[in-house]
């Protein structure tokens, strides 16, 4: 459920005045971030990373010119995957990032990624398992010892496809809802 139909926040015109406008939305900010602080808690990080942990390995491939290559875009959303990833707990006591990369087997890859299933859905997943791949790729190309990339093959899970046709009743109830709210307009262009 949105934090806006939980009615924590509500929608709000920032104003035309930009200084005024920004303003606005840094306190929003703020009150969001301290809402999904209270919620959340306080993120778990890495104090240290060990020689040739997975944390090391995905600095090493974020410090690369392989990783520069990519838009700056995709190289946001990958940190910002790889710092997620390494703070999983991974066999009930230890973080990804401190496994060592030579422990690291596809059924412990496996496991993170039906947890990821579970708790992020379908396409979250495959963009994490794309990421942990490249970073692993680079990682065979590099370090001596690594042969293999453990996030391969692990086959990418679908979301089931969210448009469907409706049948007539179910459309005959949009319809009159619509109508009965007051919005005869969006009943109209159902119907047609």
Request: proline share 3%; with cysteine; aromatic share 10%.
């Amino acid at each position: 459920m949105s934090l806006q139909k939980a009615g924590i926040f509500h929608h709000k015109t920032l104003g035309m005045d930009f200084d005024i406008a920004a303003t606005r939305a840094r306190h929003w900010n703020a009150k969001l971030k301290a809402h999904r602080l209270s919620v959340n808690g306080v993120k778990p990080t890495l104090s240290v990373i060990n020689l040739m942990s997975v944390a090391y390995l995905l600095r090493e491939f974020e410090a690369s010119p392989r990783f520069a290559r990519y838009s700056p875009r995709t190289r946001e959303d990958y940190s910002y995957i790889y710092r997620h990833v390494e703070t999983h707990i991974i066999d009930g006591q230890r973080m990804f990032g401190v496994v060592p990369i030579s422990e690291v087997t596809k059924q412990m890859v496996y496991t993170l990624y039906e947890k990821y299933v579970t708790a992020h859905g379908n396409d979250s997943t495959n963009k994490t398992t794309t990421a942990c791949q490249a970073a692993f790729n680079y990682g065979t190309l590099k370090f001596t010892g690594m042969s293999i990339n453990p996030f391969t093959h692990l086959g990418a899970s679908r979301s089931l496809p969210r448009r469907r046709r409706w049948i007539d009743e179910e459309l005959e109830t949009f319809i009159n809802k619509a109508t009965e709210m007051g919005y005869s307009s969006v009943g109209r262009l159902a119907s047609e």
